[in-house]
């Protein structure tokens, strides 16, 4: 489901200075694929699902979603391929502030103009799967961090999209809710669904299929998680 | 230096619903003490530590910050004694977008009417403590989650407090980052800061001289780290 060739990308700070934050960052994905992206602290991990996920551009490299080259894509398609196509966990969460947590979840729904009682249904769901069917009615700034991170988990499987980009998903969650989120994901995954997920936690990277190891802006190694 | 007795914090949520984050917690920090905050997402560590910080009401209860009574303070003395007293390291960080890493890290220096070449020496020898020494001219955006965490831990630590408040430090960061900062924190508490550091992460709490665990709003456990 997803290729990516050469990805390099360079910020470039100042008039003489850049950090490079991938250096050449091939990654492939069969579909159904459960992949974990570990790595210390700046390595890129953020930064390559962001390329991947199609929220940044490299600076050079090619990239594949569900047969397409996107790179080839012009801009201005980007945003409804995303929508249709891929489910993102960021990693600072990213919620609306002035919506509650239910409205934050059926957001993606309500944007493709899905009746208001069906999003209702399908966005109560899942986040009774997530653990908070008493919080719909909370603003963000009334849930705890890891209530956060669980609306922002609800929000993007509620599209049931085909690639779902996790950026530290349970990096917030206490073990009990990571088992929960876990194994939430993974029975999805069970069903066919695509996973990339980053973590600093070999527990969560556990789940995974592969584990693949990135140490500045380069994959240095590859893994089954038995290997771990 | 820390003494709470009986604090509950009461969130009501529409007319005859209430979130009770706190129950009825007491709390005991010894001058140069160490103690680690653990439970379950959603349990009221960060609410405990806001109220132990200042920064909110408790709906009942006491409150002593090096031998004074907080609770009986008008509202008003309290930014003063917090920015005196105690250092901060926020959930979800909590940078100024505008500014840099550098003048993140100073801001509460220069509120103070620090002479700049002061504060940019004192800013600059902290963040190269955690590790950010070519990174002081980013912006919050273009730092990593990690990134960013270390340079609110810079923030936190700049004006030496007496009482360090850590709402999950190491949530973002890797296993090395997190020794790092784990080795600075334990360094300054074994110098004699007073520190309160609420985690999910068992090798982080492992550091404390004692582990309190909450459940729904209640203290429901105490050990010393060896019975971990
Ligand atoms: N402003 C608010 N209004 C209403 N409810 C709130 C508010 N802030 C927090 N809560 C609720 O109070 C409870 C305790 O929140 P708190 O942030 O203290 O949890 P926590 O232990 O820090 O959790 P986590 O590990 O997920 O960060 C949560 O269930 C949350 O939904
Ligand atoms: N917009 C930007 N401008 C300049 N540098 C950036 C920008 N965004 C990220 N960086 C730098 O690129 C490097 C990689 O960042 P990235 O967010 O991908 O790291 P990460 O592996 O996700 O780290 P973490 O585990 O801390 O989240 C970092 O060193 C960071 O400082
Ligand atoms: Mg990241
Ligand atoms: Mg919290």
Not at 38 to 50: A, E, F, H
Not at 122 to 130: D, F, I, N, P, Y
Request: proline share 6%; charged share 25%; with cysteine.
């Amino acid at each position: 489901i997803l290729r990516a060739r050469g990805l390099v990308k360079r910020y470039p700070m100042g008039t003489d200075n850049c950090v490079n934050a991938l250096r050449g960052v091939d990654l492939d994905l069969r579909r159904g694929g459960f992949l974990a992206l570990m790595g210390p602290s700046g390595s890129g991990k953020s930064t390559l699902l962001n390329v991947v996920g199609t929220l940044d551009q490299p600076s050079e490299g090619r990239l594949w979603l569900d047969g397409r080259e996107l790179t080839k894509e012009p801009n201005s398609r980007l945003p409804d391929i995303r929508r249709r196509l891929i489910g993102f966990i960021f990693q600072g969460f990213n919620l609306i502030p002035s919506l509650n947590a239910l409205e934050n979840v059926v957001l993606p729904l309500r944007y493709e103009g899905s009746p208001k009682s069906e999003a209702r249904r399908r966005g109560t769901e899942l986040l009774e799967m997530v653990g908070l069917g008493d919080r719909f009615h909370h603003l963000p700034t009334e849930l705890s961090g890891g209530e956060q991170q669980r609306v922002a988990i609800a929000r993007a499987l509620v599209m049931k999209p085909a690639l779902i980009l996790a950026d530290e998903p349970t990096g917030e969650l206490d073990s009990t809710s990571s088992r929960l989120i876990m194994e939430l994901l993974s029975g999805l995954n069970q069903q066919g669904q695509s996973l990339i997920l980053v973590t600093h936690d070999p527990t969560t990277a556990a789940y995974a299929e592969r584990i693949v190891r990135m140490r500045d802006g380069l994959i240095v190694d590859e893994e089954g998680p038995a290997e771990v």
